[in-house]
């Protein structure tokens, strides 16, 4: 079992629909994140919360809602989003703040038509 | 502003020979470096990590070599193998500020068996 799971890998929505993405990590770590990566750019950071609490969020328009309900759950909601949203979405975990290194999951693979 | 650049797109190197893999960043409060390699349909991976007090570090057949007056870095593969034909990235982080990591764009290496 890998430490960070991300479901689905792929989804396709409308962008009328209301869709969201999981994130499960099994590392024990109290700190995770959301990171979006177009084609060709670089991991741009979402989001990232600390024993639960977020503690940064990127200038994310308001159609990307994340929840962390636990240290080990990771959500994100998303609603009205738009075709330019498509893009591979990344969660990963980390033990601490300050540097630490960074546990990925695999993706999820997002398309918005 | 892109803080960590990857200025090669790509690499192709031959099996056996020496892989050389660059990063520049313009911020000089970044004072901890990462490696991380990504596979088609996974997730990054972490694969050797810097901090700004040392100048090179080494695991196995990855050495990281940290320039701070020129801001620059590199990840040196010796020998290089087809099983690392991979997406590589390189990413920066400022400790006392958290947990944000700053990614460049990536660089495809291929290796040529």
């Known amino acids: 079992e890998t430490g960070v799971t991300q479901t689905p890998r792929h989804l396709v929505m409308g962008m009328t629909n209301k869709k969201s993405l999981k994130c499960e990590q099994h590392l024990g770590h109290n700190a995770m994140y959301w990171y979006k990566q177009s084609a060709k750019k670089p991991l741009e950071l979402m989001f990232v919360y600390n024993f639960k609490e977020q503690t940064e969020n990127n200038s994310v328009p308001s159609r990307f809602s994340p929840e962390c309900p636990n240290s080990s759950h990771l959500f994100l909601h998303l609603h009205t989003l738009q075709p330019e949203d498509s893009a591979l979405y990344l969660c990963?975990?980390?033990?601490?703040?300050?540097?630490?290194?960074?546990?990925f999951g695999a993706g999820t693979r997002l398309s918005v038509l | 502003d892109q803080q960590v650049k990857q200025n090669s797109p790509s690499l192709s190197v031959q099996e056996g020979r020496i892989s050389i893999l660059n990063c520049d960043y313009t911020?000089?409060?970044?004072?901890?470096f990462l490696w991380y390699k990504k596979y088609p349909a996974e997730g990054p991976t972490f694969l050797i990590s810097?901090?700004?007090?040392?100048d090179k570090n080494e695991d196995g057949r990855f050495t990281v070599f940290l320039n701070k007056s020129a801001k620059h870095l590199s990840l040196h593969i010796v020998p290089s193998q087809p099983g690392d034909s991979a997406v590589y990235f390189c990413a920066a982080s400022i400790r006392e500020y958290g947990n944000k990591l700053v990614f460049g764009a990536g660089t495809i290496l291929r290796v040529k068996s």
């Open positions: 810097i901090s700004s007090i040392k």
């Open positions: 990963a975990s980390s033990r601490q703040s300050g540097g630490n290194i960074q546990y």
């Open positions: 911020n000089s409060m970044f004072d901890y």
